[in-house]
């Protein structure tokens, strides 16, 4: 059975930083592209981050764009989301998600609908 398992969430103070995890069992990550998505409270689904299947492409959102970094760890089988200088307007449920084949990366931020999913990671920033 594919599953994507999300870790790393928490609560931790407006400046303050973690790192998020997606470790895949039941399939090799290698052979797909992945991404980073989160839904706050009363808010749709956006993408923050995504990543190729190399990990030689990646995109940002706007709104996280030289504080968030996506990397993976193809041995591993895990991608993850290093999240600095966290601001209250981060706080949300974070996904990661998978998809065999896009046309870029870009894209895939942007789409809201993929084959794969975790549970999902909560994250708060709050004082």
């Known amino acids: 059975q594919l599953q994507l398992v999300e870790s790393g969430g928490g609560l931790v103070q407006p400046g303050g930083s973690l790192r998020l995890s997606c470790a895949a069992s039941g399939f090799t990550l290698d052979y797909y592209a992945i991404g980073w998505f989160r839904q706050a409270p009363g808010k749709e689904r956006e993408g923050v981050s995504c990543?190729?299947?190399?990990?030689?492409?990646?995109n940002y959102a706007d709104s996280v764009k030289g504080r968030f970094t996506i990397s993976r760890d193809n041995a591993r089988n895990t991608v993850y989301l290093q999240m600095n200088s966290l601001k209250p307007e981060d706080t949300a449920v974070y996904y990661c998600a998978a998809r065999r084949f896009v046309p870029t990366v870009q894209a895939m931020c942007v789409m809201t609908q993929h084959p794969y999913w975790g549970q999902g990671t909560q994250v708060t920033v709050s004082s």
């Open positions: 990543i190729s299947r190399s990990g030689g492409s990646t």
